[in-house]
């Protein structure tokens, strides 16, 4: 029997003016925001790209990496490297459709969403593809240079929203909010 089509979720942190990094990094520091990014990702493929996962520096454990590049030569342990968006949506949807439970867990949901973590580019193809945005928004205008594509309140509609204080651990206080494509 066919499984449904999994979801195509962007998971994005940005700025008020729309920044989500500078000079190739994030440029604030949200412990809380990682968490969630770890508890919502985890058992889930990740697609990012290049950039993004040399910023990173090593595959997000617990996860198919699975890195856009347009050098075929390009690679890096523990992460897939394909040479589109496209690709990466069907190796993600495979991988999905392969799933087998765990013998110590045999009633755990399988995983149905694949998860789209950056950047910019990435992140600018992948609007018109996705179902669902997990996106934290950062109380702050801060100076960057890549930015996430505007979130039209036409298309994207908010389904739930969290105001979340600044931690220990945060530079900034957040408000998540998980947009959906309105019908
Ligand atoms: N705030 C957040 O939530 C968040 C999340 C992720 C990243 N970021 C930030 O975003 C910044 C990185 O974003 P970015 O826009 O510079 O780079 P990126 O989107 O991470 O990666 C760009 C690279 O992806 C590959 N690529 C892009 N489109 C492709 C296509 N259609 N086909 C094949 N390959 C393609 C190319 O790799 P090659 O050059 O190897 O061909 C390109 O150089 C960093 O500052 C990072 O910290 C922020």
């Given at each position: 029997m ?11 942190a ?19 925001d ?6 919502l990702?985890?058992?889930h ?8 996962f ?6 997000l ?8 590049t ?33 013998p ?25 593809l ?13 100076e960057?240079?890549?930015?996430f ?5 036409d ?19 957040t ?9």
């Amino acid at each position: 029997m066919a499984a449904d089509a999994p979801v195509i979720a962007v998971i994005v942190a940005v700025s008020k003016n729309g920044v989500i990094g500078r000079d190739g990094a994030m440029p604030w520091r949200l412990s809380t925001d990682l968490k969630r990014f770890k508890a919502l990702t985890t058992g889930h493929p990740v697609i990012m790209g290049r950039k993004t996962f040399e910023s990173v520096g090593k595959p997000l454990p617990g996860r198919l990496n699975i890195v856009v590049t347009r050098d075929h030569d390009w690679h890096a342990d523990g992460t897939v490297a394909v040479s589109s968006l496209g690709a990466a949506l069907e190796l993600a949807k495979a991988h999905l459709e392969s799933f087998e439970p765990d013998p110590d867990d045999p009633d755990a949901e399988p995983p149905d969403t694949i998860f789209i973590a950056g950047g910019g580019q990435i992140y600018a193809q992948a609007m018109a593809l996705a179902d669902v945005l997990h996106v934290t928004h950062v109380d702050a205008e801060i100076e960057g240079d890549t930015v996430f594509p505007d979130i039209d309140p036409d298309v994207w509609k908010a389904m739930h929203e969290e105001g979340v204080p600044a931690g220990e651990r945060d530079s900034h206080p957040t408000r998540y909010v998980v947009w959906e494509r309105g019908l």
